[in-house]
């Protein structure tokens, strides 16, 4: 079956009711998106940062630093907020906290939105995704799974990926021969992890252009506040994604290769059991798209940092620094992740805060990774920064990265080869950053390579 063929099918299948659509974006959307706005003109903090980000991806340090020096948590109307390094790591690593933003479902609002999640999508923060599922689930899944995505399965790849590099910057001169500008981030940044990332679960060619597409579209699917036509849109994006991925994993099955994902299809734990249909599709997916979408954004921002950076740039290219250092530091600097959501689901102590059941946290990952207690000069660029690898742009805790190992080999080979190549690299005019919030990056990035 052709990828048309395949993407027309998943455009008709698994239609939303209406009404439950319209009360989705209403009760996740609308009214949230609305009351935040609120409350960040009376002064609230956090509303004030995710106002901040809406108008721009620039990072609102100055209220990063306010809500630091309000203790551990800054009290916000909607969450206990925090910006310090290690209060970030307890909250990510405490066995009383669950992943996401969760309600008691006695409430009448959890009840109706109960009801309207019926017909949603799966997406990446829909159960049984791994960024959602806690144990026992989540320990037995991210068992099956990192045996797949090890570090030593992620080495292997090193040499494949450096082959796809030297490929693009070839096609990426071509473009340039003629002396205009060529975007860095169409023609290499997303074109490199989704090559690999398509590689590793085995699909086709043809079908890499869809994988690309898929991962653009659904990205915003993180966000709040969500305009409704932008709110269908990301919506009809993961029917039509979840449908292409089943058929995909179908035809795995018919016919395995040597690639990760047929490994993924047949791997069993020590007891004998599988992946369930559910979460091998939604750990595939989560997989496939997260594997494109968090290292295109990683390429671009370091690019952008390294072209403002000349001196340090040259350093590495000379080889008088590391480049997996820099990429630690581009992770550090500019996050491709902003921030994440935590419920408590017990009353508990944390960072000597008494919290109670049912409080939900917000766990600014940008703003630990700027904390002063932890990194020196922490809002200047430093590629030869020796505590680097400490920041916490992969998360942490048992809902740590999965896929940080592949990102990082990538980062690492991509900033490398592209800044090898074309040592004076240079920013152009036109950039133009991504209009999500919560994942951060480039959406064009013109580069003169002369």
Same mark, same amino acid.
């Given at each position: 079956?052709?990828?048309?063929t395949?993407l027309?099918r998943?455009?008709?299948?698994?239609?939303?009711h209406?009404a439950?659509?319209?009360?989705?974006?209403s009760?996740?959307?609308?009214?949230p998106?609305?009351?935040?706005a609120?409350r960040?003109?009376r002064?609230?903090?956090?509303g004030?940062v995710?106002?901040a980000?809406?108008?721009?991806?620039?990072?609102?340090?100055?209220?990063f630093?306010r809500?630091?020096?309000?203790g551990?948590?800054?009290?916000?109307?909607?969450?206990?907020?925090?910006a310090?390094h290690a209060?970030?790591?307890?909250v990510?690593s405490?066995?009383?906290?669950?992943s996401?933003?969760?309600?008691?479902d006695?409430?009448?609002?959890?009840?109706?939105?109960?009801?309207?999640?019926?017909?949603?999508?799966?997406?990446?923060?829909?159960?049984?995704?791994?960024?959602?599922?806690?144990?026992?689930?989540?320990? =037995?899944?991210?068992?099956?799974v990192? =045996?797949? $995505?090890?570090?030593?399965?992620?080495e292997?790849?090193?040499?494949?990926?450096e082959?796809?590099?030297?490929e693009?910057?070839?096609?990426?001169?071509?473009?340039?021969?003629?002396g205009?500008?060529?975007?860095?981030?169409?023609?290499y940044?997303?074109?490199?992890?989704?090559?690999?990332?398509c590689?590793i679960?085995g699909?086709?060619?043809?079908e890499?252009p869809i994988?690309?597409?898929f991962g653009?579209?659904?990205a915003?699917?993180l966000?709040l506040?969500l305009?409704?036509?932008? $709110?269908r849109?990301?919506?009809?994006?993961?029917?039509?994604?979840?449908a292409w991925?089943?058929?995909?994993?179908?035809?795995?099955r =018919?016919?395995?290769?040597?690639?990760?994902?047929?490994?993924?299809v047949?791997?069993?734990?020590?007891?004998?059991?599988r992946?369930?249909?559910?979460?091998?599709?939604s750990t595939?997916?989560?997989?496939?798209a997260?594997?494109?979408e968090?290292?295109?954004?990683?390429?671009?921002n370091a690019?952008?940092?390294?072209?403002?950076?000349?001196e340090?740039?040259?350093a590495?290219?000379a080889g008088?620094?590391?480049w997996?250092?820099?990429?630690?530091e581009?992770?550090?600097?500019?996050?491709?992740?902003?921030?994440?959501?935590?419920?408590?689901?017990r009353?508990?102590e944390i960072a000597?805060?008494?919290?109670r059941?049912?409080r939900?946290?917000?766990a600014?990952?940008?703003?630990?990774?700027?904390?002063?207690?932890? $990194?020196?000069?922490?809002?200047?660029f430093?590629v030869?920064?020796?505590?680097a690898?400490?920041?916490l742009?992969?998360?942490g805790g048992?809902h740590?990265?999965?896929?940080?190992a592949?990102?990082?080999?990538?980062?690492?080979v991509?900033?490398?080869?592209?800044?090898e190549r074309?040592?004076?690299l240079?920013?152009?005019?036109?950039?133009?950053r991504?209009?999500?919030?919560?994942?951060?990056?480039?959406a064009?990035?013109?580069?003169?390579?002369?």
């Amino acid at each position: 079956m052709s990828p048309s063929t395949r993407l027309s099918r998943a455009a008709h299948q698994g239609i939303a009711h209406p009404a439950q659509a319209l009360t989705r974006w209403s009760l996740g959307q609308a009214l949230p998106s609305a009351a935040i706005a609120v409350r960040a003109r009376r002064g609230d903090l956090q509303g004030q940062v995710i106002r901040a980000t809406h108008d721009s991806q620039e990072l609102p340090l100055e209220l990063f630093a306010r809500i630091r020096e309000a203790g551990p948590f800054y009290r916000g109307h909607f969450a206990l907020v925090t910006a310090h390094h290690a209060v970030v790591r307890e909250v990510l690593s405490s066995p009383d906290v669950q992943s996401g933003i969760g309600l008691d479902d006695d409430r009448p609002i959890a009840r109706l939105l109960g009801w309207a999640g019926r017909s949603a999508p799966m997406g990446p923060l829909s159960e049984p995704s791994l960024l959602v599922t806690e144990p026992p689930d989540h320990t =037995r899944m991210r068992k099956l799974v990192t =045996r797949v $995505f090890t570090v030593r399965a992620v080495e292997r790849l090193r040499h494949r990926t450096e082959q796809v590099a030297e490929e693009l910057l070839d096609e990426l001169e071509s473009r340039a021969a003629g002396g205009d500008p060529v975007d860095l981030i169409d023609t290499y940044a997303a074109a490199l992890p989704v090559t690999v990332i398509c590689e590793i679960l085995g699909v086709p060619l043809a079908e890499r252009p869809i994988v690309r597409r898929f991962g653009t579209l659904a990205a915003p699917s993180l966000d709040l506040g969500l305009p409704l036509v932008r $709110f269908r849109q990301v919506e009809r994006t993961l029917r039509e994604f979840d449908a292409w991925l089943r058929d995909h994993i179908e035809q795995v099955r =018919r016919s395995p290769g040597d690639d990760l994902l047929s490994q993924l299809v047949a791997i069993r734990d020590d007891d004998g059991a599988r992946l369930s249909d559910a979460e091998l599709i939604s750990t595939a997916g989560l997989v496939l798209a997260a594997g494109f979408e968090t290292t295109v954004n990683l390429i671009g921002n370091a690019s952008v940092l390294l072209a403002n950076h000349p001196e340090q740039r040259a350093a590495l290219v000379a080889g008088d620094a590391s480049w997996l250092r820099a990429v630690d530091e581009a992770l550090r600097f500019d996050p491709p992740v902003l921030l994440t959501g935590r419920t408590v689901v017990r009353d508990t102590e944390i960072a000597g805060v008494p919290i109670r059941r049912g409080r939900v946290l917000t766990a600014l990952l940008a703003a630990a990774n700027r904390d002063p207690e932890v $990194f020196t000069d922490p809002d200047t660029f430093d590629v030869t920064r020796e505590n680097a690898g400490d920041h916490l742009a992969f998360s942490g805790g048992r809902h740590y990265c999965l896929g940080a190992a592949l990102a990082r080999m990538e980062g690492e080979v991509a900033l490398r080869a592209l800044h090898e190549r074309f040592p004076d690299l240079t920013l152009a005019p036109g950039a133009r950053r991504r209009d999500t919030r919560i994942l951060r990056g480039w959406a064009r990035l013109p580069v003169d390579v002369a």
